[in-house]
């Protein structure tokens, strides 16, 4: 079968797809949210690993998805990101393209793709 750990799906996970479940879940949080529970929150859907994900995190900061601050919490300093409105303009078409995907998908797993 195609499932990992916990029974999240394996499949090829390239660097277009991991920006737009990091923007998805950093985004459900208006105040944003910290490295340690993107990461949590990342391993409900896909089986990643925190080396992977703090590139993933610095690449979106660099390219002004996400914009990040610090915060004090049990006497030290905790990093949280925060999607821009350029990261959410690039959410969007994530997701578009996302939809656009999967209806390809199921067409071919429900019976054949027609030109």
């Keep these: ?3 990992g750990k916990g029974g999240c799906m394996v499949f090829n996970t390239g660097a277009a797809l991991l920006d737009a479940i990091v923007l998805a879940v950093v985004s459900m949080e208006d105040e944003g949210t910290y490295g340690y529970r993107i990461t949590q929150d990342v391993r409900k859907v896909i089986d990643v690993s925190e080396s992977t994900l703090y590139p993933v995190l610095r ?3 660099k390219d002004e998805c996400l914009e990040v601050y610090d915060r004090q919490f049990d ?5 949280y ?3 821009t409105g350029r990261g959410m303009a690039q959410l969007n078409l994530y997701k578009a393209e996302w939809k656009t995907y999967i209806q390809k ?3 071919i797993f429900e ?3 027609t030109a």
């Design 111 to 113: 019976g054949g793709v």
């Design 105 to 107: 998908i199921n067409a």
């Design 75 to 79: 006497g030290r300093n905790r990093r």
């Design 81 to 83: 990101y925060k999607v």
């Design 59 to 61: 690449r979106l900061q």
């Design 1 to 3: 079968m195609l499932y």
